[in-house]
């Protein structure tokens, strides 16, 4: 079978691999659509914490189930799924407390195993999500959504409430939309006017802030100087994650959701005198998946527009570099096998 592996920094390589073996408890998927993620983008260009070479990348993914044993028999052979590409131990301390997401022994497909950029993986059936009534494009983006939609709900987001969204990247979006989900007031933060215009037309934000643009000042102009009480990062860029603390309400708490290969520091009295909350948010759970997946099914989520970009896996090596530049204009690309 085809598989693309990134071998070292700045290299993809289309190779042949024996075609995997079905496992007690597992299912072997044929992969039929492949997200590419900030993850892979990353990796590739050798800034992914947690990673090494050489790599399967690939976690965004959708495919149709060939063989499986599953003792339940809740998916079958011919079902459309949707894989939880974040491999718990399911005995660790975060485990026992439901927290998956967080596992002390994580193994996520593409970062610290081999992912789904290849024509069949195995997957434990516990990882499949069936998704018979979605469009394979909707499959494969419930992962990214997912991730914004557990950090909504992280922030516990009451109704009512003023948040911003730093970063409108594909997970900034599903923190944007799950924010106004919830009812929240949602102002979205970026560089890039376009991007900007984006995030009004997709995810329906209220406001728009550009970053470069006296931030803090528009900020508190739309907020009766209070600023919002929840401040989602997902920008992964270590000098809006310091600025971010800037941005908070007394009393408020700040999320990362972005990942940053650095160390980052802040005013501890500022922090201190608005009794700020500090959080990270990392993948998502299995409850995240389902609620992604019926806000996708019910409409409330378009994807079509959030896919701004597709290529045949044949291809994709010979476009990768290009979606890793600001006129490319990416907010989703889809490879399609």
């Excluded at 499986?68 to 975060?94: F, K, L, N, T, W």
């Amino acid at each position: 079978m085809r598989a693309i592996v990134c071998e070292q920094v700045d290299q993809l390589k289309l190779v042949e691999q024996e075609k995997p073996a079905l496992l007690p408890g597992t299912a072997v998927v044929r992969i039929r659509r492949i997200g590419i993620c900030g993850t892979d983008l990353h990796a590739y260009k050798g800034n992914q914490p947690f990673f090494s070479y050489p790599r399967v990348l690939g976690h965004e993914l959708a495919g149709v189930v060939e063989q499986i044993d599953d003792p339940h028999g809740r998916i079958h052979a011919g079902d459309q799924v949707s894989i939880i590409p974040y491999m718990h131990c399911g005995e660790c301390i975060a485990c026992r407390n439901g927290k998956t997401n967080c596992c002390t022994d994580m193994k996520v497909l593409g970062v610290h195993i081999d992912g789904g950029m290849r024509e069949l993986i195995v997957v434990p059936v516990t990882h499949l999500l069936a998704a018979n009534g979605l469009t394979l494009d909707q499959a494969a983006v419930l992962e990214p959504l997912s991730i914004g939609a557990h950090a909504v709900r992280r922030a516990a987001l009451q109704a009512g409430e003023t948040v911003l969204v730093i970063g409108s990247g594909p997970i900034g979006l599903g923190v944007m939309a799950f924010a106004k989900h919830r009812g929240a007031r949602v102002i979205a933060m970026d560089i890039q006017d376009e991007r900007l215009a984006f995030c009004k037309q997709w995810a329906k934000v209220d406001d728009t802030v550009n970053a470069l643009q006296g931030a803090k000042e528009k900020l508190a102009e739309l907020t009766n100087g209070e600023y919002p009480t929840a401040v989602f990062d997902a920008t992964g860029n270590a000098r809006s994650m310091a600025d971010a603390f800037g941005f908070v309400a007394h009393g408020g708490r700040l999320v990362y959701v972005g990942l940053v290969k650095a160390e980052l520091s802040f005013n501890d009295p500022e922090f201190h005198k608005r009794e700020m909350t500090l959080m990270g948010s990392r993948n998502a759970t299995i409850e995240d998946f389902a609620a992604v997946q019926e806000a996708v099914a019910s409409g409330s989520i378009d994807v079509n527009s959030f896919i701004t970009h597709r290529v045949p896996f044949a291809d994709m090596i010979n476009h990768f570099d290009s979606w890793l530049k600001p006129e490319s204009k990416v907010i989703k690309a889809m490879v399609e096998l």
